[in-house]
């Protein structure tokens, strides 16, 4: 039960005002999840430079300094970014490589994120106050998604905060209510899956994952995901070459979707998309029911 | 020896037969009728030494309860915390709305519309009028919204959480049908979510619409159907409810399927302490009231229910048996009908012989709304007496300031859901000792 | 937060004319209040609101007749149970738009979210743009003219009124219909439980005319086809169980 926002960027001119305009768009789905909230950013120098690997991490009472100590002596070359209630890391090695470092390394942290491209950020608090802790406004990038969170049946806390980002380089995000994530998350646990958290969109996010390893496209994830999920969601889902959304058949929890030819933007009402560049220009709609649509980069 | 099965009954066999018989589930009025905890299985601990007892008819209880104050300019002030519960003209008859109201008017509380409307009669009759907000909307207007003393958004009901309003086609006479829209006669099913918002995130929304429509003036209540009653009363907090209306699962309707009405939601007993946990947990319980509603039926059921943290209790089913429904006297009509004084239940029927859950003009012509009212206030005032004769004996001025700690239980489903300790330990299960 | 903490920066350009409340100064509590003062109508019948950027509740409950331009989107609920008023949004309109209207005019000049004209009891809805799902949904009497497309589930448990669309419908059109007239220009995806085609008599093609007329859409009537209730579910019956 939250607001969404999301913002693909097609034309390179506007990659140095990707936080800029991210952040306008979060803060206008502020009242429908003042909870917490979180952001993916995909392609910012800061959290994932070119040639790095990044992981973000949720580091409760470890401090930026520890972690770092932590991790140099695996990782050379390592950098830690301090963004506030989560931190950033980065390497000059492979992802795998570095996600397992920080796992052996810190096994207490949670691991949030991963990728070439991505850097999670999560937090418990008002949105825009988290923007600011996240110092959202200076992030650049090509693709970035935003989460505002009103929790329904599961915790308050960073870790319950979408997106959730279970594979390298993806992202999803969710509006509504799943009917039947406790029999999924079994089906996915049994597979191996380990969960992170008790939100029913954490379940979303690990069947999608589970299906892109298993070789299907996003576009043919997703579909997979109608068929298998019962309930309401309105999904924005990332990755580093793609930018997906669906909905139930239903469809009963909003979406807007704003495309032109220099950007591709979805959030949960209109207003987060009226500051956008070019939106009056904009082909605008409200997606189909069970109907995927996606942008590839 | 005939031996009956445990399993399959006779009312298990004649279910079946029906059903083969007709190919449609059985509707019905009225609440679960199945036993199940409820506050029955609760005592109270009277004073005597370790606490002090207070005089009856010399030293104060008071009773009065204020609800919706914590956005609402106004709010409403009741002078007893037994409120009526919503019930529609349609289900009910014109005149039983407004004995509902001139009864509720004389002991100083509120009385509720239903999936139909506000009529004269009800707002001419009722000194507080709650009005319901409902999935159908069906006579929803902008201006009996504004001649409302609080507004009731209605999510769900204890006879049938997750399910929409339903009347038969007897009851659709001329009158209901003008008041919903609908044609006369057809067998109208409600929708159960509303049309234009779902979830908590949205009705946040909505409330905010309701308040700007109605200048902020009002109270704004969201009622829920008891089941996920920790999440949904944490949401209907949060999307910024003043008040919340918990419907157990023993509460009534007009017509909905048996099966529906049998095995969907949570007894009322059950429901209590986890909306009292989640408001405090949120740190609102008494800053955003709470009322009882679901099998609410004595002043024991109500010092009970605020002990367990009420701020208040609606009745529906009692208030009908109130005005005459089910009266022994009616017993030869109710027989003709297959049914008996004390068993009948075909609410949607429309055939009531005590005149409440009809639309029959010579029906309803029955029941004298002055004498219908009269014997409600009476019987809400004796509720609201019995309630003071518990609490004096507990040593409480004021009906608020029972406690789950003046509790027992009888039996450990009791103690479990109601956490309380099991009478003569100090063991509540679930809860470390 | 109920009390009006500071008069409203109204700015009169032309005070004989029009009203000025930005949105970005004042606040939607403090335009609806002033909106619904008693004697509004008399002294200033028009009204322009700029800045809306979305917000919720705009021009909510108005009970009078004045007029309120809107420059720019609106978010869920705007001129939400409206009467007498005629309410124009220059740009695309949230959720619930005139949701409840009982009388007067609510003109969309952009597109509209799901749920326009949701139980709407009366007057007139224009969307310019397109229409999202569940438009008309469970309408009570409003008759609502759509410039473009409608989504899914348009006019489901239409009860009365009339819902015209220029453009194409989308799937369960008219679904658990009762009363309601639905009027389609383009193609309909699929049609709901209970709702049929029906014949286009010269009383449709004369209220289609009118409606069209009134809301200023130039289409011709003769292209559109008509549908309605089959009225086989009204009562409940063995042989419709599996459409309940």
Redesign the interface.
């Known amino acids: 039960?939250?607001?969404i926002v999301g913002l693909h960027l097609r034309e390179p001119s506007l990659y140095p005002r990707l936080g800029e305009l991210l952040t306008g768009m979060l803060c206008?789905v502020t009242?429908?999840?003042p909870d917490s909230a979180g952001v993916a950013v995909y392609g910012d120098p800061r959290w994932s430079p070119p040639g790095h690997a990044s992981v973000s991490l949720l580091p409760g009472t470890t401090t930026p300094d520890e972690v770092a100590t932590a991790l140099r002596a695996a990782v050379p070359g390592v950098a830690v970014v301090d963004a506030g209630q989560t931190l950033v890391v980065h390497a000059p090695v492979d992802v795998d490589t570095l996600v397992a470092a920080v796992r052996t390394a810190l096994p207490d942290l949670l691991v949030i994120g991963s990728g070439e491209e991505v850097a999670v950020l999560k937090g418990v608090g008002h949105p825009q106050l988290l923007a600011a802790e996240f110092d959202l406004a200076q992030a650049q990038g090509w693709q970035g998604v935003a989460h505002t969170r009103?929790a329904?049946?599961s915790a308050v806390t960073p870790a319950h905060c979408h997106p959730f980002s279970v594979g390298t380089d993806q992202c999803l995000v969710h509006?509504?209510?799943f009917a039947n994530h406790a029999t999924i998350r079994r089906e996915l646990v049994a597979g191996g899956a380990v969960f992170d958290s008790d939100n029913d969109s954490e379940v979303g996010a690990r069947f999608v994952a589970a299906q892109l390893a298993a070789g299907y496209d996003l576009e043919k994830s997703l579909k997979l995901l109608c068929e298998r999920f019962d309930g309401?969601y309105t999904l924005l889902v990332s990755t580093k070459d793609s930018f997906a959304i669906v909905r139930d058949a239903i469809?009963?929890?909003?979406a807007?979707v704003a495309e032109t030819p220099e950007w591709v933007a979805m959030a949960s009402?209109?207003?987060?998309l009226?500051?956008l560049p070019g939106v009056e220009h904009a082909r605008?709609?409200?997606p189909?029911?069970e109907e995927v649509y996606a942008w590839q980069r | 020896m005939l031996r009956e099965s445990a399993t399959f009954d006779r009312a298990t066999i004649a279910d079946i037969q029906r059903a083969a018989e007709t190919g449609i589930y059985d509707i019905r009025g009225g609440g679960a009728k199945r036993r199940v905890p409820h506050f029955d299985d609760l005592l109270f601990l009277g004073a005597s030494m370790s606490r002090y007892p207070l005089e009856g008819y010399r030293e104060r209880c008071d009773t009065d309860v204020v609800l919706g104050d914590r956005n609402a300019s106004y709010p409403l002030h009741l002078s007893t915390p037994v409120t009526i519960a919503g019930m529609s003209f349609g289900a009910l008859s014109g005149r039983a709305k407004e004995a509902l109201g001139r009864g509720a008017s004389e002991v100083g509380t509120s009385t509720t519309t239903g999936d139909g409307g506000m009529t004269p009669e009800e707002r001419g009759q009722s000194k507080h009028l709650v009005y319901q907000y409902l999935p159908s909307r069906y006579g929803m207007n902008p201006d009996h919204l504004r001649m409302a003393d609080a507004i009731e958004i209605v999510l769900g009901q204890g006879a049938k959480p997750g399910g929409g309003g339903m009347l038969l086609g007897q009851k659709i006479t001329e009158r209901v049908a003008g008041m919903r829209t609908l044609p006369m006669g057809v067998d109208q099913r409600s929708a159960c979510r509303h049309p234009d918002w779902t979830g908590p995130d949205d009705l946040e929304i909505k409330i905010r619409e309701l308040r700007e429509i109605t200048d902020w003036e009002k109270p704004v209540y969201v009622k829920i159907g008891a089941s996920r009653t920790y999440y949904d009363v944490k949401l209907a907090a949060k999307a910024g409810a003043d008040v919340i209306v918990l419907d157990g699962m023993q509460g009534g309707t007009a017509a909905t399927q048996d099966v529906f009405i049998e095995h969907v939601g949570i007894p009322t007993l059950a429901a209590l302490p986890q909306a009292v946990q989640a408001l405090q947990e949120e740190g609102l319980h008494r800053h955003v009231q709470l009322v009882v509603s679901g099998g609410i039926r004595n002043g024991a059921d109500l010092a009970k229910c605020m002990a367990l943290g009420a701020d208040a209790v609606a009745i529906g089913t009692a208030a009908l048996i109130a005005l005459g429904d089910n009266a022994p006297h009616l017993d030869e009509e109710y027989r003709k009908l297959g049914s008996a004084a004390g068993f009948y239940d075909d609410w949607q029927a429309g055939r009531d012989p005590a005149g409440i859950t009809t639309q029959d003009p010579e029906l309803a012509d029955r029941l004298d709304p002055v004498v219908g009212g009269r014997r409600l206030a009476n019987f809400i005032r004796v509720m609201t007496m019995e309630a003071q004769v518990i609490a004096r004996a507990c040593g409480k001025a004021h009906l608020h300031s029972l406690e789950p700690e003046d509790l027992v239980a009888l039996s450990i489903e009791a103690a479990a859901m109601a956490r309380v300790p099991l009478a003569g330990t100090s063991w509540i299960p679930g809860q470390p000792l | 937060m109920a009390a009006l903490s500071t008069p409203l920066d109204v700015h009169e350009p032309n005070s004989t004319t029009e009203a000025v409340v930005d949105l970005s100064v004042s606040d939607v509590r403090q335009l609806n209040a002033a909106l619904h003062a008693p004697d509004v109508a008399e002294k200033v019948p028009s009204w322009r609101v700029t800045h809306p950027d979305g917000r919720h509740s705009i021009a909510v409950g108005l009970d009078a007749e004045v007029s309120v331009e809107i420059d720019g989107h609106v978010g869920y609920y705007c001129a939400g149970m409206n009467k007498s008023a005629t309410v124009t949004v220059h740009g695309n309109a949230g959720v619930g738009v005139a949701e409840n209207m009982m009388s007067g005019t609510v003109r969309v000049r952009g597109n509209a979210s799901q749920s326009a004209g949701a139980t709407a009891h009366g007057g007139l809805l224009v969307v310019e743009g397109s229409a999202a799902a569940r438009c008309g949904i469970s309408m009570k009497g409003v008759d609502i003219v759509v410039g473009g497309d409608v989504g899914h589930m348009s006019a489901f448990m239409g009860q009365a009124g009339r819902l015209v669309v220029c453009g194409d419908a989308g799937d369960a059109l008219g679904d658990s219909l009762y009363e309601a007239r639905i009027y389609v220009q383009g193609s309909v995806k699929s049609l709901g439980a209970d709702c049929i085609e029906k014949e286009m008599r010269a009383e449709h093609l004369a209220e289609l005319a009118e409606l069209l007329a009134a809301a200023g859409m130039s289409a011709d009537p003769a292209g559109f086809r008509r549908y309605g209730s089959a009225r086989q579910l009204y009562n409940f019956h063995v042989d419709n169980a599996s459409a309940y």
């Open positions: 039960m939250c607001g206008q009242e429908r999840g009103m329904t049946e509006n509504g209510s309401f469809a009963c929890k909003p807007v009402e209109y207003r987060a009226a500051g605008i709609f409200e189909e029911p």
